[in-house]
């Protein structure tokens, strides 16, 4: 099942996680321009289990702990960092995103963490639409994720989101909202959508992916989209 794309803050059934080299490095950079009251100390005597003034710490300490997925929206884009450490548009990346969230929370939505990709990303889940998939590859939820680009200057509002519906496959495609206003404009259709319900007249337009039921395929067997019937 290598082939998971889905990389999620809880998700389950199959998902896996995958950081791209270019977050990492992002983020070990932030670590390593901490002020030595920034970071944690660590000037424990090795092996002795204590701290020993004998064992000085050095100057700028890197703080290194194992990747735990991101609680809310601040953590995902800050790395747990303080904001006034980011610049302005960043600043406000997390405000509206926090706004957003907020927005989501109220309707019933949950923060998920992050998506698989390049760079950044933010996802959602809607509880409601859970169920038991019966094939491995089917999504047991209804979720979306919004990818921010690695450079530039963007605000939330206007980035493509990337919808998938419960029971469907991640990798056969998505449909896509061309904003957050196209999002909540739809968001009605999007909620009340259960597994196994047909998408003939689904509001957003469906974007395949790279993956399809061909015959004899691990896809074999996922519901087909209305978009993908020929």
């Known amino acids: 099942m290598a082939s998971r794309v889905r990389c999620v803050g809880s998700g389950t059934n199959l998902h896996m996680r995958k950081r791209s080299?270019?977050?990492?490095?992002?983020?070990?950079?932030?670590?390593?321009?901490?002020?030595?009251?920034?970071?944690?100390?660590?000037?424990?005597?090795?092996?002795?289990?204590?701290?020993?003034?004998?064992?000085?710490?050095?100057?700028?300490?890197?703080?290194?702990?194992?990747?735990?997925?991101?609680?809310?929206?601040?953590?995902?884009?800050?790395?747990?960092?303080?904001?006034?450490?980011?610049?302005?548009?960043?600043?406000?990346?997390?405000?509206?995103?926090?706004?957003?969230?907020?927005?989501?929370?109220?309707?019933?939505?949950?923060?998920?963490?992050?998506?698989?990709?390049?760079?950044?990303?933010?996802?959602?889940?809607?509880?409601?639409?859970?169920h038991d998939p019966d094939h491995d590859l089917a999504e047991p939820r209804t979720w979306f994720f919004i990818s921010l680009p690695e450079m530039g200057r963007y605000t939330l509002a206007e980035l493509p989101i990337e919808v998938y519906l419960a029971g469907h496959g991640v990798e056969v495609g998505a449909w896509r909202a061309a904003n957050i206003e196209t999002l909540f404009e739809q968001i009605e259709a999007i909620e009340s959508y259960r597994a196994g319900a047909d998408t003939n007249g689904f509001p957003l337009p469906y974007v395949p992916g790279s993956c399809y039921h061909d015959e004899d395929s691990e896809y074999d067997g996922l519901p087909r989209p209305a978009a993908l019937i020929h």
């Open 21 to 130: 080299p270019g977050k990492k490095a992002r983020r070990q950079a932030r670590l390593n321009s901490r002020t030595p009251s920034q970071a944690r100390p660590r000037n424990a005597d090795p092996g002795s289990g204590s701290f020993s003034p004998n064992f000085p710490a050095p100057s700028v300490i890197p703080l290194i702990t194992d990747w735990k997925d991101p609680s809310n929206v601040r953590e995902a884009l800050l790395d747990d960092l303080p904001a006034d450490e980011f610049p302005a548009d960043t600043q406000q990346l997390v405000a509206d995103g926090e706004a957003l969230d907020a927005r989501l929370h109220a309707r019933g939505w949950e923060f998920d963490g992050t998506a698989c990709g390049e760079g950044q990303s933010l996802a959602w889940r809607f509880p409601p639409s859970e």
